[in-house]
């Protein structure tokens, strides 16, 4: 439903948490629409997920077959762009060389810049559309979704155990967890100060991900509510509306620098993160 229509309606709270309820199929509530077990599925946030994905291959492919030296595009250009900069960025913040890492922080930034920019689309006007076609609740922003970002960050982590195994082996790994940080006669105090330090990475980087997106949006709603329960008659609308407008557009501006922000921050820390993992010497 619109702001509006939920102003005469239930109110502000049933208007927000119906735009925060991801559309749930399999173990969910039949009346919050909430998952209640492991066998529920977020199916909007798979579906925009996959959805900017596609984008991300079709556009490269698209690119691929019509990439020019002698009269570059101005999208190639625009392209070209931010590969260099991904390109700067590993090489000043990444030791030594892995073939993957270039192509797994391209990947990062573009990919959760996307799933972010859904904030910026109109609040009412994809609920509005699914509903037209008989789909009560849609969050078209993957990334506010904690089961979005704490699956990368968990990918994220995977790579991360996986390299520091590989590079200082399963010994060497497991010494880092005795010796630091404070050497070899505090071991109970390292292997829990190491194991906190190990856990908080991937939380560090889903929750602040989750959060900023999440608090960009419930923003959004709460300007959209201005139009609606706050409107009496004409007159209110006269006023309201105008401010309504003002305050969209300079939180639009403004969060699309949070977006890029959130996605250059997720980016730079997978590329510390793994970088730790190729030092032998931690």
Not at 52 to 66: A, Y
Not at 112 to 131: H, K, Q, R
Not at 176 to 184: E, N
Request: proline share 5%; net charge negative; charged share 10%.
């Amino acid at each position: 439903m619109s702001a509006e229509e939920h102003s005469s309606g239930g109110g502000t709270v049933e208007y927000i948490q119906h735009h925060l309820t991801n559309l749930c199929v399999g173990d969910c509530d039949p009346v919050t629409h909430k998952a209640v077990g492991f066998w529920a599925l977020h199916v909007d946030t798979l579906f925009f997920s996959v959805m900017l994905g596609m984008v991300i291959i079709l556009t490269s492919w698209r690119l691929g077959r019509s990439l020019s030296l002698d009269a570059p595009s101005g999208f190639q250009n625009f392209v070209e762009s931010i590969i260099e900069f991904v390109q700067g960025q590993v090489k000043d913040t990444f030791p030594g060389h892995n073939p993957i890492i270039a192509p797994l922080a391209l990947t990062i930034f573009v990919w959760v810049w996307l799933m972010n920019f859904m904030d910026l689309i109109p609040v009412d006007l994809l609920p509005l559309l699914a509903g037209a076609v008989g789909v009560n609740h849609l969050k078209a922003v993957p990334t506010t979704d904690l089961n979005t970002t704490m699956a990368m960050s968990l990918t994220v982590f995977g790579l991360i155990l996986f390299y520091n195994i590989k590079i200082k082996g399963p010994v060497g790994y497991m010494k880092v967890f005795l010796f630091h940080p404070f050497g070899k006669f505090f071991i109970p105090v390292n292997i829990v100060m190491t194991l906190i330090e190990e856990l908080a990475k991937p939380l560090s980087l889903g929750l602040r991900l989750f959060g900023n997106l999440f608090a960009g949006e419930l923003v959004f709603l709460l300007i959209a509510l201005i139009g609606g329960t706050l409107v009496v008659g004409a007159l209110g609308y006269l006023f309201w509306f105008p401010l309504q407008v003002v305050l969209d557009l300079g939180w639009l501006i403004f969060h699309l620098l949070v977006i890029t922000l959130q996605a250059f921050i997720f980016m730079v820390l997978t590329l510390v993160y793994l970088g730790m993992a190729h030092v032998e010497d931690h």
